[in-house]
């Protein structure tokens, strides 16, 4: 596992912070703890940084999905509220956003001025993205100006593609599980709706294509959904039968 020691920056470390995200086994539960490795790692690994986070994508806005430290949340905070900001910018324009201090930044007044109480000086913000969409941003934040070398940046840049691929295959993942479900759930209905078929097939003596003419036509004159129709006549035919 990988010295998480404040500061630590060196070819090693950095390879141990990959070995230890290779080795994370991603499943329906486990996402965002991969992604909270992820960033107390790259925190870890960036030299100069006091705190890293993710913001990502949701529903209704942004969200600060993870974070290694707690003031992170604060300070993404300040740029959703303002509407603008670094991380922001990186969203929109799918391009790392670099600030070597807040005292001299001009192009975000609103969010400046109140970050710099919280602390801040120092700023990379890198774009989470696929080849089709940004989806979110890895943001590394300093107390100190100046505080990232070009070694640094290029850190926090295979981190942030790191956090991409991460982010993909855990969307992947999880759209294959609802497809999955999906399938399963298709699969219960149709075997329901055959028996329900098949029930009125012998009550009526109707052949199949008539049962499931039946079906339908009863379930848009009463506003029942086929399934749940044909779930109520197997359901029926087995209390019959006992």
Not at 40 to 64: F, H, K, N, Y
Not at 66 to 75: G, L, N, R, T, Y
Not at 83 to 88: A, E, I, K, M
Request: charge should be negative; include cysteine.
């Amino acid at each position: 596992m990988v010295d998480l020691r404040v500061g630590v920056d060196s070819d090693q470390a950095v390879a141990d912070a990959f070995e230890a995200l290779a080795n994370y086994v991603i499943s329906d539960n486990t996402v965002d703890g991969a992604l909270q490795l992820l960033v107390d790692l790259a925190g870890a690994c960036i030299e100069g940084a006091e705190a890293v986070g993710i913001s990502l994508m949701r529903r209704g806005g942004v969200v600060t999905a993870v974070s290694s430290k707690p003031k992170v949340i604060a300070i993404d905070n300040l740029q959703y509220d303002s509407g603008s900001g670094p991380c922001l910018q990186a969203m929109a324009d799918g391009e790392m956003q670099m600030v070597t201090s807040l005292l001299t930044e001009d192009r975000w007044p609103e969010f400046t001025n109140k970050a710099l109480y919280e602390g801040v000086q120092s700023i990379v913000a890198y774009p989470l993205k696929s080849k089709e969409e940004v989806f979110g941003a890895l943001n590394v934040y300093s107390p100190r100006d100046q505080a990232f070398s070009h070694h640094a940046i290029s850190v926090g840049e295979v981190f942030a593609a790191r956090a991409s691929v991460l982010l993909v295959n855990a969307t992947r993942y999880e759209a294959a599980i609802q497809l999955a479900s999906q399938l399963e759930e298709a699969l219960q209905s149709r075997a329901v709706i055959d028996q329900a078929k098949g029930i009125l097939m012998e009550r009526e003596k109707i052949s199949a294509d008539e049962a499931f003419d039946r079906l339908k036509s009863v379930s848009q004159h009463s506003n029942i959904k086929v399934r749940e129709l044909a779930q109520r006549i197997v359901e029926d035919a087995l209390q019959r039968a006992n």
